[in-house]
């Protein structure tokens, strides 16, 4: 809406943000957060998606700080065209530093849990619960648990599992080219 309606030309950057909750892991795949600053990036527009771990009571004044550092420093220093910046604050008293990361593999999976309303009905609560795999050392995940705020570089413009495309279209083009007995 902003690029497309009240905008009159594109931004130099987006900034999206500052979101209750972690965006590591894999919930970067659907997060509103990261949305937007892939609609950005989409359009050529660099973006910095930020997101503060502590979903209940986050403290954004302790992060504050790091938010006109870090968008100068992307102005200064611009993306690749289809990358954004993906950053986390740790739920931590003290910070112990920001880390450029790996985007890590854990995620939050739902785990609804049926309840009684007190009319008497049944419903289902939508809940979450994390979903942990084994993260590398340099993994946004393992990070954020070691108290430092992370910073991971996403790049949008190729989803092509490149080696797989390669390695398995002879077979494709085999099997389903050229085969009027399926088409």
């Not at 995620?107 to 849990?113: F, H, R």
């Not at 008497?120 to 070691?146: A, I, N, P, T």
């Not at 570089?153 to 077979?171: A, G, Q, V």
């Amino acid at each position: 809406m902003g690029m497309s309606v009240i905008l009159n030309s594109l931004p130099d950057l987006i900034v999206s943000g500052i979101n209750r909750g972690a965006n590591s892991g894999r919930n970067v795949l659907y997060s509103g957060t990261i949305g937007g600053v892939i609609e950005g990036a989409l359009r050529n527009v660099p973006g910095i998606a930020f997101s503060c771990a502590d979903f209940v009571n986050p403290d954004y004044a302790k992060v504050q700080h790091l938010i006109y550092p870090l968008v100068r420093h992307l102005i200064e220093h611009p993306l690749p065209l289809g990358t954004l910046l993906n950053v986390n604050f740790p739920n931590v008293q003290t910070i112990r530093g920001l880390k450029l990361a790996r985007q890590g593999k854990g995620y939050w999976i739902e785990d609804p849990a049926q309840r009684v309303h007190p009319e008497g009905h049944s419903y289902f609560w939508h809940g979450g619960k994390w979903y942990e795999h084994e993260e590398h050392e340099e993994s946004d995940v393992h990070l954020l648990k070691q108290g430092f705020a992370t910073a991971v570089p996403i790049h949008i413009s190729e989803l092509t599992d490149l080696k797989l495309f390669h390695e398995r279209k002879p077979h494709f083009d085999k099997l389903f080219l050229n085969r009027a007995d399926l088409f």
